[in-house]
């Protein structure tokens, strides 16, 4: 047993230990890079949706399948490149594309949830819309946007994260690092082209041949499942057992934030602005909290602090650094989309409402992403889950559902939905 001058004297340097780790110029640096450069890439899903005016009109409730299809690429993947960093760590990372390499097992196991996902997400839009009553596409045209969007997507987003992992294994760089926000931001840019794509593809009325592409795609979702069922290739069974659950959860909780912008869209059409901003603004969110979760995980198991049922003061470091990104990239929402609304010509409040929504927003939804951040982090270590395939997916979840009633709150606050 320590005197109690010697204990608080470790605590002391414990503490000052962890701020110089969580806080320093290489944090901010790298932290600042991802986040602009998904922004940046993320910009372009706005565009698209605030070009989609025209559809969103004619195809009634489709900004519920939107939301959560655009966050599906991100966690799919998201999750692969941070599976294949931890085979990168541990020495039993590959380029083999033998059937039974851990490269070739994820990929079959992201493109399997790609397909069982996307066709559930359809389903689920289609449930959410009929349950409450909201005047919507059918279920069949919303299965079959979903899964034309999300298997021409999943396949550039693939080559990315496989293109990362492969050259960070060849030139020793640490992917934790570049996975996360180059996997989401390519998500982002390529989700929305993809499912406007689909729906020119399928058009908005239903004909039999809808019927028919509807039925195939069943068919394909069930080979899928009894794939999975009895393939012998355990990691990547074992990868979709765990997964599917949560992401099944984090669709539902996406489902919820298209309902919440849903619910005002009338004013989000009248100022397509605000559309643009919305990817954008939601990404960010996430990436936030995909940081926070992160570097959480890590001193959990490193053992820098002990969970408690409040954050103790190790935490707070963390916690100011997201605030501190915040106070950056959130004014940088307002601009972007504010700039991207000029360019491409349609209607914007101004520059400095712009700048007010998304940052006034950002701060609060990032109270709510600490928040969550740490008790996602501290339960998912106690319940002894691997992070890679559970944390991610649902930070996303809730903090879509959490940062989309925080932009409405504004927006409505300033009387512009």
């Known amino acids: 047993m320590l005197p109690d001058f010697e204990e608080e004297i470790i605590n002391e340097i414990s503490f000052a230990a962890s701020l110089r780790y969580h806080i320093t110029p290489s944090s901010l640096k790298e932290g ?11 910009l372009v899903a706005g565009i698209v949706l605030g070009k989609m005016t025209g559809i969103l009109e004619s195809l009634p409730a489709l900004i519920l399948l939107i939301t959560p299809a655009i966050g599906m690429r991100g966690n799919i993947f998201g999750a692969m490149g941070s599976r294949l960093g ?23 196991a992201s493109m399997i949830n790609t397909v069982l996902i996307s066709f559930a997400l ?9 349950l ?41 760089w640490d992917i934790d690092n570049m996975s996360a926000p180059i996997i989401t931001a390519a998500g982002d840019m390529v989700t929305l082209p993809a499912l406007f794509l689909a729906v020119i593809l399928i058009g908005g009325n239903s004909t039999g041949y809808h019927t028919v592409l509807f039925i195939l795609f069943g068919i394909l979702a069930a080979a899928c499942l009894l794939l ?31 309902l919440i912008i849903n619910s005002r869209l009338e004013g989000f059409l009248m100022q397509p602005a605000l ?10 969110n996430n990436a936030l909290g995909g940081i926070l979760t992160s570097r959480l995980s890590s001193m959990l198991h490193t053992g820098m602090f002990d969970p408690g049922i409040f954050p103790g003061k190790q935490i707070i470091p963390n916690f100011l650094l997201i605030y501190i990104y915040s106070l950056v990239v959130f004014p940088l929402v307002g601009v972007s989309a504010y700039a991207a609304s000029i360019l491409i010509g349609i209607d914007s409040p101004d520059l400095v409402s712009m700048i007010f929504i ?26 002894r889950l691997d992070p890679d395939n559970h944390s991610i997916p649902m930070m996303s979840s809730i903090v879509d559902a959490s940062g989309a009633m925080c932009l409405v709150a504004v927006l ?3 009387g512009m939905v």
């Open 86 to 108: 931890t085979a990168l760590h541990t020495g039993m990372f590959s380029t083999s594309l033998k059937s039974y390499s851990i490269l070739s097992q994820n990929i079959y």
């Open 122 to 130: 359809g389903l689920m839009a289609w449930g959410v819309a009929l």
């Open 228 to 258: 999975t069922i009895r393939s012998g290739f355990d990691i990547m069974r074992g990868i979709i057992y765990e997964s599917i659950p949560m992401l099944l959860i984090a669709g539902f909780m996406s489902t919820l934030a298209g």
């Open 275 to 284: 559309l643009v901003m919305v990817p954008l603004f939601l990404e960010d």
């Open 412 to 414: 409505m606050l300033v």
């Open 132 to 172: 409450l009553k909201i005047e919507s596409i059918g279920m069949v045209e919303f299965v079959l946007i979903s899964m034309i969007g999300g298997i021409i997507s999943s396949f550039f987003v693939l080559l990315i994260t496989m293109g990362v992992a492969v050259t960070g294994y060849k030139r020793g």
């Open 358 to 383: 998304s940052t006034s927003a950002g701060l609060i939804a990032v109270t709510i992403v600490n928040l969550v951040g740490y008790y996602v982090a501290i339960t998912a270590h106690k319940l």
């Open 32 to 42: 600042f890079f991802g986040l602009l450069l998904m922004s940046l890439m993320s």
